[in-house]
């Protein structure tokens, strides 16, 4: 089955950039929609298709894809991006969605 | 405006079965390209995807809990309902429905979540 690896936390200081990572193999191929979960709080999707981003989603998040590693790129960051983020795509082979384990974001 | 909302059992018994049932507005499932999928979380833990059903009655389950998982839909009443048997306490979680993209164009890309509803599995 189809696997993505994302680090267990990421920390950040705030006005700086945060990366996130999510690995899969050739998940460069493969469609990848990111997931913004904060405590209490349902899942938000804030990057679809790759690169898109849903309305009312800030132009700070961006998404890219290289290889075996997708990444969710968070730039100026402040409290209020303090979150789980969490990859996902679809697994054509086995028609399959797969989520990430998460990563927790802290600010510092 | 999209909405989505889960109801059903706080509370199940060991080896009984666990229906929950997703209303939604804002949408039609009979849409092209559309489809509402189901997504748990346990405490503390990880997304879960369950099932996924769309516009043209195509049913998807995870391949691990595919034989104890059903999903239907009433497309006049708006609600997608999802049965699991079997429950166990390793299945205590809060259960997502949420409205997915296309998978060929967006991935499943699941746009707009419903608040959750925790299930515990306890006798």
């Known amino acids: 089955s189809y696997v993505l690896t994302q680090p267990p936390s990421v920390s950040v200081a705030p006005g700086k950039t945060a990366r996130i990572t999510c690995g899969g193999n050739?998940?460069?191929?493969?469609?990848v929609s990111w997931y913004q979960q904060r405590p209490g709080q349902a899942p938000v999707l804030v990057v679809y298709?790759?690169?898109d981003r849903p309305s009312g989603i800030p132009e700070r998040f961006s998404g890219s894809s290289s290889g075996n590693t997708a990444t969710l790129t968070i730039s100026r960051v402040d409290a209020g991006d303090e979150a789980a983020y969490y990859c996902?795509?679809?697994?054509?082979?086995?028609?399959?969605?797969?989520f990430g384990g998460g990563t927790k974001l802290t600010v510092l | 405006q999209i909405t989505l909302k889960e109801s059903g059992p706080t509370v199940v018994k060991p080896t009984q079965p666990l229906t929950l049932t997703c209303t939604f507005s804002?949408?039609?499932?009979?849409?092209?390209?559309?489809?509402v999928g189901w997504i748990r979380q346990p405490p503390g833990k990880a997304l879960e995807w369950l099932a996924l059903?769309?516009?043209?009655?195509?049913?998807r389950y995870t391949l691990s809990l595919k034989s104890r998982l059903t999903i239907t839909k009433d497309t006049s009443k708006n609600q997608v309902v999802l049965t699991m048997t079997n429950m166990a306490p390793v299945d205590t979680a809060t259960y997502y429905c949420?409205?997915?993209?296309?998978?060929?164009?967006?991935?499943?890309?699941?746009?707009?979540w419903g608040q959750g509803t925790m299930v515990t599995v306890s006798s």
């Open positions: 050739s998940i460069e191929d493969k469609i």
């Open positions: 804002g949408f039609s499932l009979n849409t092209r390209g559309v489809g």
């Open positions: 298709a790759g690169s």
């Open positions: 059903i769309d516009w043209n009655d195509d049913e």
């Open positions: 949420a409205y997915a993209l296309t998978r060929y164009v967006y991935g499943d890309a699941f746009e707009i």
């Open positions: 996902q795509v679809w697994e054509s082979s086995s028609d399959q969605v797969v």
